[in-house]
């Protein structure tokens, strides 16, 4: 298994991935093409009109209107295609089927940490079932630096931002350990700070959800590879206690008192309800409107007096910036989505 | 008008001794000085490069350990931007020709640009002090909130860019005063040679976008020693309100470096086709609009930072244009060539150089300015070959083309033709040989700013590491055969190269106020015709 334009790409381990090859196999022509029409005739001048006695440079030719029109009009046209084209597989890249499985991704230097909604976490290896859409909510730790979540072989990359969340998507039907790089760099060991997406077929992801022992696939990607592939068959074994993501969520909206404000059936207390906040559009007291996402319940519990919500002026909820660490954040929001 | 030097001597030999150079107000002693000094730093960092290349012949540990590899890179990045890239074209080739260009005695504020050096001192002494203060690891880019967290000397070497960067607002002042009011007689706006306009145009950047990064630099600082928080989250700030601020400055930064580059190859191409620019007007128009975009596409380094899709949609919307004109100065240096009576001397090879290395440059910004393309390759070597094919490829070409075409009017000596010719081969080639190998690897993902390389990519790095060596050798022959031809080259007569623009109506070297009598225009720039019936 090789990639595109003799190897030098990586393999197309997605869907998207074949989008993109395809954006770049236009743009890779699109250059040779306009290097041609620049080199050659710069060459074939060198040689053709290089200095010989007797023969006098054309001094008379200053410019010509119709080749300055060609020549600014066919580059403005070819540039609106490149543009519409990235867009348009950008937009893809952005476009998280609404089935997707959601898996939390909290980078710090340096490892990666991904937490399931059944509270499992690991560290380095996504463990994700093929052909199912995966939804990766990627942040970074509140005290630690940017980090860049890519995997090349799904040509699919995102920021790790501390303080925010962002959201990044793949459905790969390849079975095996795809590299993952981190590709912002953040320090001492930037270029350790590797992991593998291991995606399994459905059976086998069933059976490591519950702890079973399972055969790892091998290691597939970059196209030299086979060399390096050093393929594990050690078995997974997972003991790690498993605390439900929601039922982690809801024991922490207890414990820091934050349901003696906020209910969970839609009845108004002194703030605003859980239910039914997450993707609505909330009105603020300055008339604009805000989607309810991750960030901004994010924004809510870290530092509440930034934004206020219209209806609920004047209050003075506190903020718990550095009460909750970004699992317990992510524990938070999955139990409020389940409030829908 | 009288001279006020005697006749025979020049700028370099009178006045004499080490204070009237330390003191000189002369532009071209200035000019010199900054050139010595960036030649300086750019020995220092092509040392730094060559300790990455080196680093990364062997699969994991080589000679150096981790942090010191994070260190070399961003030595070699801060170096070469802020010390070499940005004030080499302008401040020590701009300095010595743009007034002479004017047929000016001396910049409008001679003073401002004695001080504008100084300040340019200061600021690369501090940057480089940071080497005994644990050294710097954020890269040259410090993002935040890496680079208000790392131990290392990070807000000294903020402090320092931040010196430097007035040292360039000066310059830029002083410039574009001197272009409004100390043109020649008869030297109108449409009779001033593309260099000038090229500079001009780095002059506003210059001093419009500057600033910002001052700013930036202080909000940095400010939040390293008082801990305020405007970039880190756990301060309650933003890290990528930082990104947006530096590449406010940063992008149009990239124009500073690569206009006065192209004003440079605008004066070379006509001078050796023996003909005149073709399209002067579009070839002006073409530098504004560059200068103009380049203010509105900061956020296509961005990409991948989280910023939101409508801002990428328009980012890369408004980058892709840049390519027009650029495009327009392309095709209009190939016309230039087309029925000319080309001289193959060393600036015109390196001028050649120029197209070829900046067209792939260029096309490549294309694949990276569609944001959907950009996202497997950003902060991958691809994004670093991109970069220095326009950076190295593009200015570094112009400025030692440059070099070689004003060096008779410098320094009053010619360099040999041949020792020139091998010296652009082993550049051109070696150039080629270490960047291209990298397209390959960021096509494959290889991030870039890796110490440890992921071992697929050795054979590739082997290549662009000999390809290093052969640059570095490249220039260290470009240097012996230069410094050979200062003190033994043969004397070079006053306009050796036939150009027709009006630095070269003066001796070479020029004496002490440039020009024995007040120069006139009579002819364009370009007229070679003209030149010939004097």
Redesign the interface.
Same mark, same amino acid.
């Given at each position: 298994m090789t990639?595109g334009?003799g190897g030098?790409?990586?393999i197309q381990g997605t869907g998207f991935a074949g989008?993109?090859d395809d954006? /770049?196999y236009f743009?890779?022509w699109?250059?040779v093409v306009?290097?041609a029409i620049?080199?050659i005739?710069?060459l074939v001048?060198?040689i053709k /009109?290089?200095?010989?006695p007797g023969?006098?440079?054309?001094?008379h030719?200053?410019?010509?209107i119709v080749?300055?029109f060609v020549?600014?009009v066919i580059?403005?046209i070819?540039?609106?295609v490149?543009?519409a084209?990235?867009?348009?597989?950008?937009?893809?890249?952005?476009m998280v089927p609404a089935n997707a499985m959601e898996i939390r991704v909290i980078a710090k230097s340096w490892a990666w940490t991904f937490q399931y909604d059944d509270g499992r976490t690991t560290t380095n290896e996504l463990f994700v079932p093929v052909n199912t859409p995966i939804r990766l909510t990627i942040t970074s730790e509140?005290?630690? !630096?940017?980090h860049?979540f /890519?995997v090349?072989?799904f040509?699919?990359?995102?920021?790790a931002?501390?303080?925010?969340f962002?959201t990044l998507w793949f459905n790969t039907p390849i079975v095996g350990q795809h590299?993952l790089?981190?590709?912002?760099?953040?320090?001492?060991?930037?270029?350790?700070m590797t992991g593998k997406v291991i995606a399994l077929k459905p059976e086998d992801f069933e059976k490591w959800k519950w702890g079973a022992a399972i055969e790892m696939p091998p290691p597939i990607g970059?196209?030299? !590879?086979d060399r390096?592939a050093t393929t594990s068959t050690a078995p997974v074994d997972v003991k790690t206690a498993k605390v439900d993501l929601v039922k982690h969520g809801q024991k922490l909206a207890s414990q820091l008192g934050c349901d003696s404000c906020h209910s969970d059936n839609g009845s108004k207390m002194i703030g605003p309800s859980y239910k039914g906040l997450f993707g609505r559009k909330v009105e603020l007291a300055d008339g604009s409107i805000v989607l309810a996402d991750e960030n901004w319940i994010r924004e809510k519990i870290e530092?509440p007096q930034k934004r206020t919500v219209k209806g609920y002026e004047g209050l003075l909820m506190p903020s718990y910036?550095?009460q909750l660490n970004e699992q317990e954040l992510n524990a938070m929001i999955a139990y409020i989505k389940t409030l829908n | 008008m009288e001279h006020s030097s005697p006749v025979g001597t020049n700028y370099l030999n009178y006045p004499k001794g080490i204070w009237s150079w330390i003191y000189t107000l002369d532009h071209k002693r200035i000019g010199i000085m900054y050139l010595v000094s960036t030649l300086f730093y750019f020995l220092m960092g092509g040392i730094f490069a060559t300790l990455i290349r080196i680093e990364h012949m062997t699969v994991g540990p080589g000679i150096m350990d981790a942090n010191t590899y994070n260190r070399v890179f961003t030595y070699h990045g801060t170096i070469m931007v802020f010390m070499v890239i940005i004030p080499m074209i302008p401040a020590a080739i701009g300095n010595f020709v743009l007034p002479m260009m004017l047929g000016a005695k001396d910049v409008a504020f001679p003073r401002l640009n004695l001080l504008s050096y100084y300040i340019f001192v200061a600021g690369s002494f501090l940057g480089l002090a940071t080497l005994f203060f644990k050294g710097v690891d954020t890269g040259w880019t410090f993002y935040a909130p890496y680079s208000t967290r790392t131990g290392s000397a990070a807000a000294m070497m903020v402090m320092a860019a931040f010196v430097m960067g007035f040292s360039s607002i000066l310059t830029g002042l002083n410039f574009m005063a001197t272009v409004h009011k100390l043109r020649a007689p008869g030297q109108g706006w449409g009779e001033l040679p593309l260099f000038i306009w090229a500079i001009y145009a780095t002059s506003i950047i210059q001093v419009l976008a500057t600033p910002v990064l001052a700013l930036t630099l202080v909000m940095l600082a400010v939040e390293r020693i008082f801990q305020v928080g405007f970039f880190d989250a756990s301060l309650g700030g933003d890290p990528v309100l930082f990104q947006h601020f530096f590449w406010f400055y940063s992008h149009p930064a990239v124009y500073i470096m690569v206009l006065p580059a192209m004003g440079i190859i605008s004066e070379v191409v006509p001078v050796f086709s023996r003909k005149p620019i073709f399209g002067y007007k579009p070839m002006a128009l073409a530098t504004f609009g560059i200068a103009f975009v380049s203010f509105a596409v900061w956020g296509h380094h961005m990409f991948t930072s989280g910023q939101s899709d409508f801002a990428n949609k328009v980012f890369s919307l408004i980058t892709v244009f840049v390519a027009v004109p650029t495009g327009v100065k392309v095709f209009t240096w190939v016309a230039t060539m087309y029925r000319g009576s080309i001289r193959l001397k060393t600036p015109f090879w390196y001028a050649l150089a120029f197209m070829f290395v900046f067209v792939i440059g260029g096309m490549t910004g294309m694949v990276l300015a569609a944001v959907g393309a950009d996202i497997h390759f950003h902060d991958t070597y691809y994004v670093v070959a991109h970069f220095h094919y326009v950076m190295v490829g593009g200015t570094l070409m112009a400025f030692t083309a440059g070099l070689h075409y004003w060096f008779p009017k410098f320094f009053g000596r010619m360099y040999n033709e041949k020792a020139g010719f091998f010296g652009f081969l082993a550049v051109f080639v070696g150039f080629n040989l270490t960047f291209f190998p990298q397209f390959i690897m960021g096509q494959l993902g290889a991030p870039r700013r890796y110490y440890n390389n992921h071992p697929d990519f050795h054979e590739l790095n082997l290549l662009s590491s000999y390809g290093s060596f052969l640059i570095g050798l490249g220039f260290v022959w470009v240097a012996i055969y230069l410094v050979y031809a200062l003190v033994k080259g043969p004397k070079a007569s006053d306009n050796p190269w036939g150009s027709a623009t009006l630095e070269w109506e003066s001796t070479s070297p020029p004496a002490m106020e440039n020009f024995r009598h007040d120069p006139k225009v009579t002819h364009g720039p370009y007229d070679y015709v003209a030149l010939e019936r004097k």
């Open positions: 990639g334009l030098t790409l990586p989008s993109w954006l /770049y743009l890779f699109v250059c306009f290097f620049v080199i005739p710069m001048f060198v /009109y290089r200095e010989r023969i006098k440079p054309a001094s030719i200053s410019h010509n080749l300055e020549w600014t580059p403005t070819v540039s609106i490149i543009f084209w990235g867009w348009a597989v950008y937009k893809e890249s952005t509140k005290n630690d !630096v940017l860049s /890519y090349p072989n040509r699919i990359k995102k920021d931002v501390p303080g925010m962002s590299i790089f981190c590709a912002e760099y953040c320090g001492a060991d930037h270029s350790n970059l196209p030299f !590879v390096m530092t910036l550095g | -």
